[in-house]
């Protein structure tokens, strides 16, 4: 049994395995300013022959390039940074996914309609069922008279 375990070290592979490994399908949302049609085509283009891209939206009126593939976030934003544009990652969530929306530093008056800032003060812990429990009982919920 030594020699065959000695031998077989000897006959494994094991470079291969970590090359084939692929990276994990996501959704990478970049912030750009774009001004013109020009910006917008050089950003586009200069994600969309990455490999691993699968589709890339790029939307200047909020500012914002989808990347959808099988891709690095990172590698992305530097390929961006690359043409010369100021890039960051997409900092904003939906208005109705936080609890806290005019909590300070996540009200930002540059934010796209119904977007406000990700901080950690404007998402609620997710142990907090008192407020989710006040809510059944206030008179903004229609269904407040049929649970009493």
């Given at each position: 049994?030594?020699?065959?375990?000695?031998?077989?070290?000897?006959?494994?592979?094991?470079?291969?395995?970590?090359?084939?490994?692929?990276?994990?399908?996501?959704?990478?949302?970049?912030?750009?300013?774009?001004?013109?049609?020009?910006?917008?085509?050089?950003?586009?283009?200069?994600?969309?022959?990455?490999?691993?891209?699968?589709?890339?939206?790029?939307?200047?009126?909020?500012?914002?390039?989808?990347?959808?593939?099988?891709?690095?976030?990172?590698?992305?934003?530097?390929?961006?940074k690359s043409t010369g544009k100021r890039a960051e990652f997409w900092?904003?969530?939906?208005?109705?996914?936080?609890?806290?929306?005019?909590?300070?530093q996540a009200y930002d008056k540059r934010a796209p309609a119904g977007?406000?800032?990700?901080?950690?003060?404007?998402?609620?812990?997710?142990?907090?069922?008192?407020?989710?429990?006040?809510?059944?009982?206030?008179?903004?919920?229609?269904?407040?008279?049929?649970?009493?």
């Amino acid at each position: 049994m030594g020699a065959l375990d000695y031998l077989s070290n000897f006959c494994t592979v094991t470079s291969t395995s970590v090359r084939s490994r692929r990276k994990p399908m996501q959704t990478v949302e970049i912030k750009v300013k774009m001004d013109c049609d020009g910006c917008e085509r050089r950003v586009k283009n200069s994600v969309k022959h990455m490999k691993g891209v699968k589709t890339v939206e790029v939307n200047r009126k909020q500012s914002r390039v989808t990347v959808t593939g099988y891709v690095d976030p990172n590698h992305v934003l530097k390929r961006i940074k690359s043409t010369g544009k100021r890039a960051e990652f997409w900092p904003y969530i939906p208005y109705n996914l936080v609890s806290y929306p005019y909590v300070s530093q996540a009200y930002d008056k540059r934010a796209p309609a119904g977007y406000v800032k990700n901080v950690v003060q404007a998402v609620s812990a997710p142990n907090a069922t008192d407020e989710r429990i006040t809510h059944l009982f206030s008179d903004d919920n229609p269904n407040a008279c049929s649970i009493m």
